[in-house]
């Protein structure tokens, strides 16, 4: 199993971003998806998550601004982040949950600057 994220890059504060995490190995429509992030000197933390029955969760932090969804023809996931903050500054991770195996992406750096 192997999953790429990318599309992080410098963004102005308020401005929007798309990453995307490609899979081979284990596809995003049958199991739980979720990305996460990472400040520098800090854990890593949920940013959202879909389950594998449906429904999704997302952090207080970034809730009515980033969206999780996956294009099931292309297995590729995506995270829309809109109104974006320097808070939100972060090394991003997508994952993916098959039972008891978690599956991590490489990571993308987003920076916003204010």
């Known amino acids: 199993v192997q999953l790429q994220a990318f599309g992080g890059g410098l963004v102005q504060a308020g401005g929007s971003l798309r990453l995307s995490c490609t899979a081979s190995g284990i596809s995003f429509s049958s199991n739980a998806v979720a990305w996460y992030r990472r400040v520098p000197g800090k854990e890593r933390e949920l940013v959202g998550k879909?389950?594998?029955?449906?429904?999704?969760i997302y952090a207080n932090a970034v809730t009515g601004r980033f969206s999780i969804s996956r294009d099931y023809e292309k297995n590729i996931m995506y995270l829309q982040m809109n109104r974006l903050k320097p808070e939100d500054t972060a090394v991003y991770y997508c994952?993916?949950?098959?039972?008891?195996?978690?599956?991590w992406g490489q990571g993308t750096e987003v920076t916003v600057s204010s």
């Open positions: 994952n993916v949950e098959q039972g008891s195996a978690d599956y």
């Open positions: 879909i389950r594998r029955g449906g429904g999704s």
